[in-house]
């Protein structure tokens, strides 16, 4: 079975303000598509910093949360995938998608791993457009489809899915180690 993403979501997909705000050294941190890395959003390279007041004023529209999970609809990166893995408040750009599953009937692990596959990055690549950059507009992801398994056996997929990503980080991590100390012994 296969099912539409819009079918899938608790609230309609959608993005952050299309306005530049008035960025700030310090206050709410401000995510754009270069914070979406290796699944997850590094706020070490987020856009800027915008006021409690913005931050307010674009919740109204959109208010991140918990295992929210966002792709990328423009710019190099349109397809990218991460889930928000944290409580901490922040709020995003227009380059992002966001995606709020109805928990009831689907898991946002299975989801976020749904969107990273092959199958639906090629679909990504099939529908975008293109500008000075590729895009791929909010009414078009929302219509393009992903497997939906029952709610037990997506949240058995995302444990399997976890468990092995956390196993090929630790060796990735055993590898990097590996190589530099190779380094230090050559020098």
């Not at 700030?24 to 290796?38: K, T, V, Y």
């Not at 037990?152 to 090929?168: G, W």
């Amino acid at each position: 079975i296969t099912s539409a993403i819009k079918y899938l979501v608790s609230t309609p997909i959608t993005d952050g303000p299309h306005e530049t705000p008035d960025f700030l050294e310090d206050g709410i941190p401000f995510i754009s598509a270069e914070a979406i890395e290796n699944g997850r959003i590094n706020f070490n390279k987020k856009r800027d910093c915008i006021s409690e007041e913005q931050h307010k004023i674009y919740s109204k529209k959109y208010k991140p949360q918990r295992n929210d999970v966002y792709v990328v609809k423009s710019g190099s990166t349109t397809g990218k995938v991460a889930i928000v893995d944290t409580d901490e408040e922040f709020n995003i750009w227009s380059p992002l998608a966001a995606i709020r599953v109805n928990p009831e009937e689907n898991d946002p692990y299975f989801l976020f791993y749904a969107l990273s596959s092959d199958l639906f990055q090629k679909q990504v690549s099939l529908f975008w457009s293109f500008g000075t950059q590729p895009n791929i507009g909010m009414s078009v992801l929302q219509k393009l489809k992903i497997p939906t398994p029952p709610l037990k056996e997506q949240q058995s997929i995302a444990n399997f899915l976890d468990k092995e990503a956390t196993r090929l980080d630790a060796l990735i991590t055993k590898k990097q180690q590996l190589i530099e100390t190779l380094k230090e012994k050559r020098i």
